[in-house]
């Protein structure tokens, strides 16, 4: 754990590695077995060193450990969270186990689909985990040429790789007379220079970069750019 | 009988399978992610069934007759307790049949059955937006009401019943992509340009005669009664009522979608600073209740459900009439997460739905079902749920309407199913649990003495 990671990232990072440690010693058959034996207290008041809590404590701390040392102000941060404010940590641990879950079953519903019980399958999500070709001409569908575009860099962007390389028809799904065009304009703004040769449009990058959260950007004064 | 006209044989072959299998409709149309790299499923339950469903008798399966040109394997067939199938193709050059398991489709269709209630059809524009929470509790109106579900239309009615219709020849306009609506002028309506001129020209030589009736009237003299021949319309006289039609944009709309008979469109809003001065601006809204989100590619009732009304109250056998329908489980397809702005969807009686708007107790947040995936639970997380309505929308697709389910009836349920215990259940406790004397359980299996006239009445009393 880098010294700059929230402490709430941390506890989502080595909780999934406590629920992980535990399926492997019971050895259950499902990894579902795992996620039920969590100790969920429901009296609050109940908070002593004997309750459940105590040992959830523990495996936190243990988890913490492998990464760095807890400061006093963490340390007392988090026992805070586990005397004072009691639900924190359950409700963390929640959303933790539903998200892991939530992974699984990468299909977005919309509303009036109709699902079977193949639909909910293991098989049939993970056909919605993987991007297919466009099963559609997207050039014909918006009835735009692409000729006359390329100086529309977000445009450009759609249709090269991360290393500027142009996509090949299989992946872009445009017939041939589009892809024809569509080269043709991405090799024109290329060769204009006003699109970059090896990677995307810095103004592309720069609103990529403002839609992360600010967690996953890392600032100008972190370790890592310091090397 | 019509079979009865033709010969033994032809009618055993009108009656087949192989005959009575209809044709499969088009799929449901494609989104606009069809053109893009989004993940999707080539195998996934379609919104609506696009070949029948067929099934056979318990007997006639155990030997793989489906009623085919060929008896069906065994093995995929008579394992599920549902015998339902959809035929792809009844022969293939492979000489097999292309069969597939229908239950996706056929269960749906049941379970629908057993919500009990009527499609609605969407509410006309009229000013209030159809989600608004107000326009929510409006009573709603059958699909199946005579005045809109208009299907036998001769040609000559199509213009006056153009508010009440949900077929038409013509697109909706405002669902389609540039690309295909720039194909569909090149292809469709350029070609026609001299049948609309026809067209405009007897709709002037209707108007010409109009006016000189009008006229007659007005100063009093003998009706004319020979009308305005369409030919005799000169190209002046349309190219003039083409300039006035130009700065008419309703007058314009109406006359095409008229002669194209296109789906009727809500007029956008429009800002009447930026319009040429003299072009006229009088846009009139539809009343249709398909103008804003399009017509359905189904009937508007999908063939789902043909009740009228669920304008009906519920008795109980302890608890007397019930306020409300009884609710329905609805299964937590994804709980809420407010991290990445999705809410939850609902699944109820195997349509995707969403939690109820405005301010309900689903819409709290909480540690309730709706926000999270609690693996402890065998079969998956379920919240109890009212049905309010169901509509078809423009796509094929059925969008149900939930409310939360108010504590009594929920708890009227559960007792129904055995997982609660309230009156009823304690009634039944104490009848169970009351004494029995030995005379009762005698009176209860003494057989009655039918055979003397005592037994009927008649006899002395003693």
Known sequence: MSCRQSLTAALRQCQSGVSQQQW??????????????IPVSTNRAKRTRSSPNESLLGLLTEGLDRGSQLTPQQESEMMEQQNGRGGVVRDLRISATTDSYMKQMPRRWRTGEVYAPKDLSATEMSKWRTARKPKQDIVDMLGINPLDNYRNFSLVSEFITPMGRIKHSLETGLRPVNQRKMAKAIRRAIGMGLHPSVHRHPEIMRFSKASLPQSAVPSASSQQNRL | MATRSVSPGGALLRASRMFSLPNAIPPPPGDAAAGTNHTRSDTMTLSFPTHQVITTLNSSRKAGDWGLKRPLPLKSTTKSSNPMLRIKAIDTIEQI?????ATDHGITLRKFQELGIPITARRPADGSKDSSPAAL???QKSVFESDIDKTDIPPKQRVDTVDRRWKFTGPWLAGMTQGEFDKWLVKEVRPRR???RRFLKTKIAKDMH???MQSALDKGEQLQADPVDAESVTDDQ?????????????DLYDMVGRFLDLAPIRPPSLDTSSLQPGSKVDLREPSNPYAEHGPPVTHPSAGLSYLRTSMYMENHPIYGPQKDHAPVQARVLTPRRPAQARPAMLGVAGFVATTPLGDTVSNIRSTSLLDKVDPSIVGGGKVWMRVQKASV???GRMVVTLLDASLESKLVAQELLGEAACLGVQRAAEARAKPESATDIRKRYSAPTMSSAKGYGFGPSE
């Open chain 1, 24 to 37: 492997r010693a019971l050895s259950t058959s499902a990894p579902v077995a795992a996620v039920r034996h």
């Open chain 2, 97 to 101: 049949t292309d069969f597939t398991s």
């Open chain 2, 137 to 139: 509790n409006l009573p």
């Open chain 2, 194 to 196: 001299r049948a609309f």
């Open chain 2, 210 to 212: 109009t006016a000189a």
């Open chain 2, 238 to 250: 349309l190219i003039d009522y083409l300039r006035m039609l130009r700065h008419n944009n309703q």
């Open chain 2, 393 to 395: 929308d423009s796509e």
